[in-house]
């Protein structure tokens, strides 16, 4: 499904690198590789083990950094891409964040979102902190920065204690590097190592990309301090509830990543067969909403033996500065980023595998597409189950009310959007086909927006990504 | 395979619309749908039946128009892309041509290329012409401005028939469009209609990316006019022999197009099919090269009975200002467009397939990235035969010398790619897959780069699309 | 006066060079100091004896050349900068033209207008030539390419003897630069050495921007070539009738400039002494309006004994992108470009001297200005007589109906504008405050735009330069 | 002299309104004539009653708003020029800075430098504050954050106690601006009424130029609140030891405001005829450095008796892209941002009035300049006394060890920049010329730069401006 159509974000990418002597280039590649994670902003942050060097900016990493890299001179670094909010957001609040005082400074790049930020955030108002974004990640700053302690491990892991939520950070200031996750690992976080250099990613496609080689995930609740005595791991909390988001694998991460070992493309078409075996159906042709749904498409082809065809195409080339047709001309049939192939779908019975349903709004407008190109039916597969519950951790899913799975039944939801079937795959066969082997309420991954359960408290004042900035 | 990498380029891309109020739009949306002809540069000619007002310049659709096309006020217009020379071009370049003088004005887009303008512009200048660009284009502006027949209609005929090669034509002027096609067809060109209003393209997904229907191809020979007493369809050549270029199916088309009534997705997997057939091999997993070859390798695996991967994922977000990675971090393994997935081939056996193989030095690291990756196997299969011939007709194919087919065996290819083994698609077994129903010696298509056999004359000086600009 | 305001332009400015290893550097700043005479566009050729290059584009000197010269390599150069237009022009006509062909090619540079461009371009077109540019320069072009001689230099002149106006003219090939100056020396141009090498320039300020010494002014119907064997010059035209444009002395040359030997300011400075003689008036300050009438107002202000002081100031950074303030807001008394200096004026009797009259819009707005900021008295006195009559010569004074002083007497005048007082100078004591010493009718002057005696034939199709584009 | 060139740059302007419905846009007009006072960065922040909305940018204001300030809705406004550093800076430090949080947000606008930020600021990074940018001003909105009062109004006053060096600031809340300036009044700042609405701005230039009335100057010590109830004035400080700053007399402020009640042109041509009066010289022309000494030359010229003369032009359209001439270029001649006028100074004995000297370096080139373009003579005269020691209230005079002044003679000096003689004002004449009725020890105005004594206690880490950033 695509991502921009769907209203379904990504809050962040994260990479970062120490000890190597091209550390913002390779920087750079990886950001690059972790693009679709975020496409709002990008910056860079290197140190030279004097001062940091930053540098950031809206837009993808290769338009922030059209003119090169050159001047982040340093063997340390950390990267962020930043995901599409609606309109708000800007500059400020693209990071990496930089604080500099007398003490040095420190650079912030988060992937996740904090539970309780805005209590925190009332807190430190009052005591004459001053905000300089409407980002929950600029808690931590300050957090860190009121620690009484000495040293700064003590003053992260201080101010650790007292956030809550979703959180993969990377800290970095002119001598070290820091690697946070969250207690409950919910957002992925990989390290590796690049030549005697150590690399850290939110996805194992980054070290691809960048020649790395993966060493092992972050576990939940780990502290990694990465200096001039090399790495060293520690923990700032005993307690660990294992609960990864499910969402990398149905639907965010890239397919050529590992999330905890698990290849995502491999994942996905496990979903696929899966929900070949679970909701069968009698048709000519089965299609993938691109990007993100072919793998599961081919795995339902491949357990039904209907074949696999290409029956919507993507255009790749919907830039920042696409003119949107008018309402009057998109009736008129003028198609913006994702085309039926008439060709292919025409006098057939289609079935056409989606990775979730947030609103139903694009659902609906790809069936009428399929119907109108010549599909004689068109049934729809979603590789997971429906969507119910809003994200708190980082994933813009919108609000409660906007979720039609949350008021709906599935045959409410087929007649929305015109298909002549529709199923979810279940909850079980969902943890089955990815294949982990976790025990326990959660069964190693968070569930929430399908089930409502949360792996962490949230509260009153907890804000939805989407409504900040 | 990817046209950046490999270095096999469609020359262009043309659409033209005729009765429209927002005919500038559309253009644009047709244009849009048609980027990956060419990416170089974009433009659109727009006529209020009194004066032809025209917006071009280097760079995608979405760049050149970022400003929107509000400006562009009228119910006629012509456009056109075009694709990316290695540094050559410029804006001057940049089509459509719009040429004003005294009579009015006259604008003119062209797809192709021709194999006599070297020697025509020659004898032009001798006249006294100047020319203004490097584009063979120009040459029949000047034919038409010097031929001594009162009407446009008979100075356009008179000039054609002084031009060979390859071409698709739309000329514009404040009243009438015309669209020529050359006698053998080698370019393709369709004519639809969007309500009242009649569209032309070079491939059918831009009448469904604007909401139009298909109503015929343009004839090879063919000279249509339509004006403000509608359309009317006139010959200039009586001889036909028609030679459509089979790279259109191939490679070159978008798969949602269907060229001559056949669906290109449909073309390429049964391609892919017959590949399977001609060379089987025992494998784990068939991967195609994104994203031309992915319906071919679809359609391995569905004949082969061996599973569809995505085994190559291509990064989406390399722009005009990508950072090539220095030789340095090459050798480190810092990846550019396509990545390996680690995941999908390690400890396989893998089918590669690929569309074509130019230079051979795009599959030779593919193939070795395929290795790194953990590929046990790596089989290459070609779904076209050999290209051992440069085109003439407006496809970027690199000379003669380049051309890896036109010097070594397979065997030797396969030696220098890296394979464990290789394979191409034979002559017969492509046209049977493609299934058009044509005699005669081409068969209804120009196998030229295939074969070596051109429809067309060439001659001492014809050039090369490349050696241009 | 200002410029931007009066609409009274100046059409080009030229510089070139010959023989100097940073030929486009040294251009660069050439042009650079030429600003003032266009800012719409600007470009450069260079040849390095092999080949031609060139670069342009629409803007200032600085803007257009942002990215710098370093592109351009040779060692022989021409430059252009060109005048704001209202609207029309565009990239096109931004000269250098370059022309490209099998024999060579032609770059060409031209300051003036031509009087018969519209005859002679029907008369090309005719015979088939097609042209790219609106831009009288361009029919050169084609009269140099259809001449039946086989040298440049016999084609060149052979293009001359068939054009008739204002022109210098800049033509340089891959091994040549050539000069012509048109018969009635209308528009001013320098040849200088630097060194070794050779440049001409529209104004000696750009010799001495680049650290150049002047040579001579070129002559009236003279031909300059310069090649590999130094310079030689030759003559097109027997017949001379001296007359250069007047305006360079009061509006348009930069004070610094020597016009025919007469420092500019110079001239300036007794214009206004002249001015003070012919006529005096009882008043407390004397100001000028920035910049062009600064040194007639110094000069009426030492003749007369009244003090000179800055009672208007210019704004310096109103560029491309300031945003005009709406009607609204400027009756509310928001000011643009021009403040009075209340504590100057306020409760004074001022004298405002200005180098012309075009419209009168200016003038009036300015007399109010200074009211409303106090002045009791406001005497405006013109360093020039009444400007009547259009300029066909390449500048742009716009059409006999807008000029006021060809409808109106001078009382009419000052009525209009508001002035207490207002007198222009008279031919004769402009004549003899410029001091040139030259005999015959036209005293070696362009005078039409105050006489309505042109010094060539006028035609009934003749353009004037804001008609164009 | 020029500011660019010399290094003696002011360090920003402000202006504000409240109360108009073109609150943006007249705050843009009021920038656009407070432009000479800083290039760097512009930036407005406006308020409609509910909340602060705002933009800025690095660059001209014209630059900055190149797209309008149509998204800045609201009658309140507050805008900030701010003047070009060496290379610091950078976006973060441009002004207004907007604060946000829980209760509500505050804009702050600042001209000056506080001679304490330093401590201050390590007081309150110790607190746990963290700052987002390297300027002084930050240091007051954490003040406020932190102070106890309820009232904004109170917790202004508080923070203000704390302060200590030369500021004029204005703060703005959603719905509340107010005006704040120094005990010693170091930066100019008035106020005055359009229509029903209040504005405020550093020069009363911005008031002309929007068309505003000059209501009275800010006094020393004051604290202005205006909101929906009107203006109401208030003193945070009792003492007052007025001392505005001389140099804006002398050099920063535009001809055509009124300082104090004085006008800056007429200050300056008084500074110029006393200077005529003490050191008098045989010579035949007077000229100024354009554009700050222009005024004193005239006035030097008048007292004298000697002509004035444009004897340096200043090239107006030296932007940010200007490609600065390499040293060869330059040795051979090529000359940036002035120009010697030949024909004025040829074969003269000049007096080169200028207003002040810094390093010597500009005053040597324009001298040797001189001489070259052919003055027999050059006699430089000061219209001011030797700055000898540094600016610590906003004025970016360079260290001790850079002014020449504050190691060598006057004949030094002279033989430095190798005149042929060479005088400053006395401090006494300043005072005179100027015209203040001041009595005290500092007579009203700080000549701290001149005579080394400070009105504020200066400290061991007081930093200069040109330190910062």
């Known amino acids: 499904m695509l991502a921009e159509i ?51 900016g809206e837009g993808l990493v290769t ?41 040095g400074g420190l650079a912030l790049a988060h992937n996740g979102n904090l539970v309780n930020a805005s209590g925190l955030k009332h807190q430190l108002e009052n005591q004459g902190s001053i905000f300089q974004t409407t980002s929950d990640t600029e808690v931590l700053a300050h957090l860190i920065k009121r620690s009484g302690y000495l040293e700064l491990k003590d003053k992260v892991k201080n101010a650790l204690t007292m956030i809550k939520g979703a959180y993969a950070f990377l800290i970095m200031t002119e001598t070290e590097l820091m690697i946070a996750l969250d207690p409950n690992g919910l957002r992925p976080l990989s390290i590796g190592r690049l030549g005697d250099a150590y690399v850290v990613a939110s996805e194992t496609c980054a070290f691809d990309a960048v020649g790395a080689q993966l060493e092992r995930d972050v576990e939940p609740g780990e502290l990694i301090i990465i200096n001039g005595e090399g790495l060293k791991s520690e923990r700032f909390s005993k307690t660990i509830n294992r609960a990864i988001c499910t969402m990398e694998y149905v639907y965010f991460s890239r397919p050529d990543s590992n999330v905890e070992g698990i290849n995502v493309h491999t994942a996905r078409k496990n979903l696929g067969k899966r929900l070949a075996i679970e909701a069968p159906v009698e048709a000519d042709v089965v299609t993938g909403v691109p990007d993100s749904s072919i793998s599961a498409a081919i795995g339902y082809a491949e357990a039904s033996g209907i074949p696999y065809e290409l029956g919507l195409i993507k255009n790749r080339y919907v830039g920042r500065t696409f003119i949107q047709p008018s309402q009057s001309l998109r009736e008129q049939g003028v198609k913006m980023k994702l085309s039926p192939v008439r060709g292919v779908v025409e006098g057939k019975r289609v079935v056409m595998v989606d990775d979730s349903i947030v609103r139903g709004t694009t659902s609906k ?15 729809v597969r979603i590789s997971s189950p429906p969507i119910a519950n809003p994200c708190y951790y980082g994933i813009d899913t919108s609000t409660h009310e906007e979720l039609i799975a949350s008021s709906h039944t599935v045959e409410e939801i087929r007649s929305i959007i015109g298909a002549d079937s529709l199923a979810f795959l279940s909850t079980e066969g969902m943890l089955d086909a990815i294949g982990r082997k976790y025990e326990g309420e959660f069964r190693g991954q968070c569930m929430a927006c399908f089930t409502g359960k949360y792996p962490t408290d949230i509260y009153e004042d907890t804000i939805l990504p989407h409504e900040k900035g």
Not at 79 to 100: D, I, K, M, S, W
Not at 371 to 377: D, K, P, S
Request: net charge neutral; glycine share 18%; hydrophobic share 35%.
């Open 6 to 56: 769907k209203g379904l974000n990504e809050e962040c990418g994260v990479f970062g690198i120490w000890g190597h002597k091209d550390a913002a280039q390779i920087t750079y590649y990886g950001l690059h590789s972790l693009q679709h994670r975020g496409q709002e902003g990008a910056g860079i942050v290197v140190t030279d083990g004097e001062k940091l060097t930053g540098f950031k």
């Open 63 to 103: 338009e922030v950094f059209a003119n090169g890299v050159d001047n982040l001179k340093g063997t340390g670094a950390i990267g962020h891409v930043r995901y599409a909010t609606a309109g708000g957001g800007g500059y400020e609040n693209v990071q990496p964040f930089l604080f500099r005082s007398e003490q």
């Open 365 to 379: 407008r790809i069936v009428k597409m399929l119907r109108e190109a010549g599909a004689t039916e068109v049934h």
